[in-house]
């Protein structure tokens, strides 16, 4: 668990990829592992999710591949069975905690108010994200959190761009997940990858 916080605060981003087909998100997170991101969450119901998380476990094995948008336990034991290094939930589901805690997995459960913050942590999540966080106020949300729940690391995501996530990590966020932002659709669309690996090197730039 100290290991993953540790990875945390090392990378401070996580790359959300959410592929329409399997060779296009092998090739956004080749792109982004290019541009010096190493945290890579290929979410559960991206095509052939299991597929991707294993193909990219070999082949990037300077990353740390996980899974996200789980719902349920059967998704769980998929993705824990397919080498998912840590899993994200967009809900706090106590049985998937657990199931995870056990096989000492980090897991990541979406919450939004203090109550299922704290809920989902009391639990044993490894951390909480904070999810949609724009939606009630961005950095400044997670900033008023730190006060009374400072203990518990956040990740916020849902509205983080490459222009606030310095802004969400001076709040107090341990680190922040993008998605679209990282992929804009007409780079994908057009396959350029150079362009996405920028991207993701500006970004890396912007909060060192």
Known sequence: MSDWLTLLKKHRVIAVIRAPEFEVGRKMALAIAEGGMQLIEITWNSDRGAELISQLRSELPQCIIGTGTLLNSQHLSGAIACGSQFLFTPHADISMIQAAVKKNIPII???????????????????????????????SYIKSLQGPLGQIPLIPTGGVTIENTREFLEA?????????????????????????????????????
Not at 112 to 133: D, M
């Open 109 to 139: 459960p979406g919450a939004l108010t203090p109550t299922e913050i704290v809920t989902a942590w009391t639990q044993g999540a490894s951390c909480v994200k904070v999810f949609p966080v724009q939606a009630v106020g961005g950095a």
């Open 172 to 208: 107090g966020a341990i680190a922040v997940g993008l998605s679209s932002e990282l992929f804009p659709k007409p780079l994908v669309m057009s396959g350029n990858w150079d362009a996405i690996a920028q991207l993701a090197q500006n970004l890396i730039q912007k909060i060192s």
